[in-house]
């Protein structure tokens, strides 16, 4: 029997619990991997992360922690200088760096030599050097370079605009390095392959964002009930907050005109205090993280999407369409989805979303024969299961060409 390719991961925190996007997906291809491969991953662990390390165990991923303190201002402050002084990005990269980590990484190389490294986040990218002549797999969540320049392009201060501009050139330099030295590249749709190959990678592989249909496959399809409009997201990230903020102002006003007991429920972890004092005002909902989030897509209506920055694909989307909710989204919410405006989601820009949102509401039936052949969609496209044997023979043949 031929053995298993051995296979050495890291990442910049352990992937559980499936309460982020980038959780979610890191979880699910490495599960795929861990069955597929001998398969290993370094990441570093806080005091308060030794339940997750249990969980991803338990999961069949086998890790190897490497033991961290919690983050302090000092340390942090010494992070974005040492970004500085090497001309790196200290967001989605330097501040990841552990020296803890490395030397877990130095460990296991010499211990069991791998025949595949993953890198999981433009971060993982830290870790290539230690190993220049093993091949090695990128998975890129995002084209992180533009996604922080669209962030920029947001603020209100011109100091904090210019640094995220700083930061998005030396992301671009250090997406760059990934596509050279990276025998293979994870993208999250064709568009973002097609990034990564005009910066010269070569074997650049569409590995979409996907959801647990099975979990969902439950829930109704189409919805009744009062009208609850769900925006899902973590809050500490600039433009889930930026979203959220704009239903609550520019949208539920207008929208209760038309639809006067219709409800906005914000849900999701680390809502900034702005938002969070929102909560308990007429017509809205501020939840902050939940335990489960499958209660709240059984009650809600419809979910909304307004981004007009970040990049990716939107877990969020492919929930809702799982979870047979219909959904109404911005281009941008809905990049790197292959589902079609009209037939799978409602398209509104910033200007028509309150008008669509009401006219979604108000017609129920036809809301619940779109969120129908979303649900098809995501099964046929987006399950886990299917993505992660993908990304497994990827993996593995890189392996055999050895």
């Known amino acids: 029997m031929t053995a298993k390719p051995r296979v050495l991961a890291a990442t910049s925190e352990p992937p559980w619990p499936l309460n982020s996007g980038g959780h979610i997906r890191s979880f699910h291809l490495m599960k795929a991997l861990a069955a597929a491969t001998d398969f290993r991953l370094v990441c570093p662990v806080g005091p308060d992360q030794t339940a997750s390390v249990e969980a991803l165990q338990k999961a069949g991923i086998a890790v190897r922690p490497a033991a961290v303190p919690a983050r302090s201002k000092w340390s942090e402050a010494k992070r974005l200088l040492g970004a500085a002084l090497k001309a790196e990005p200290y967001v989605m990269y330097r501040r990841h760096a552990w020296a803890e980590a490395a030397r877990v990484w130095e460990h296991e190389l010499q211990t069991a030599p791998p025949d595949v490294l993953y890198l999981d986040h433009l971060d993982g990218l830290l870790y290539r050097a230690a190993a220049p002549a093993v091949p090695a797999v990128i998975d890129l969540h995002n084209v992180y370079s533009l996604l922080v320049r669209r962030t920029a392009e947001e603020q209100t201060s011109p100091l904090k605009g210019a640094f995220l501009q700083g930061e998005a050139k030396r992301l671009d330099r250090a997406e760059r390095r990934a596509a050279r030295e990276c025998g293979a590249l994870f993208a999250v749709s064709d568009t973002e392959a097609g990034h990564f190959r005009a910066l010269g990678a070569e074997a650049v592989h569409t590995v979409p964002n996907g959801v647990d249909c099975a979990a969902l496959a439950d829930l109704p399809t ?112 809905a990049e790197g989805i292959a589902a079609e405006p009209g037939t799978h989601f409602v398209l509104a820009e910033r200007p028509a979303f309150a008008d669509a949102t009401a006219k979604l509401l108000a017609d129920a039936v036809e809301g619940a024969k779109m969120a129908d052949r979303a649900r098809e969609l995501a099964r046929a496209t987006y399950d886990w299961p299917q993505i992660g044997r993908k990304a497994a023979e990827v993996v593995a043949g890189l392996a055999r060409s050895l």
Not at 269 to 286: F, K, Q, W, Y
């Open 222 to 333: 189409g919805r009744g009930g009062p009208p609850v409009v769900m925006f899902l997201g973590t809050m500490s990230w600039g433009p889930n907050a930026a979203a959220a903020r704009f239903l609550a102002r520019g949208v539920l006003p207008a929208l209760r005109a038309r639809v006067p007991n219709a409800v906005l429920a914000v849900v999701g972890r680390d809502p900034p205090a702005d938002l969070l004092a929102l909560n308990g005002s007429p017509g809205i909902e501020v939840t902050g993280g939940v335990p489960d989030v499958k209660p709240y897509l059984l009650r809600a209506s419809a979910l909304a999407v307004p981004l007009d920055a970040g990049g990716g694909t939107r877990l969020k989307i492919l929930e809702a369409f799982a979870a047979g909710l219909p959904v109404v989204s911005t281009a941008v919410g």
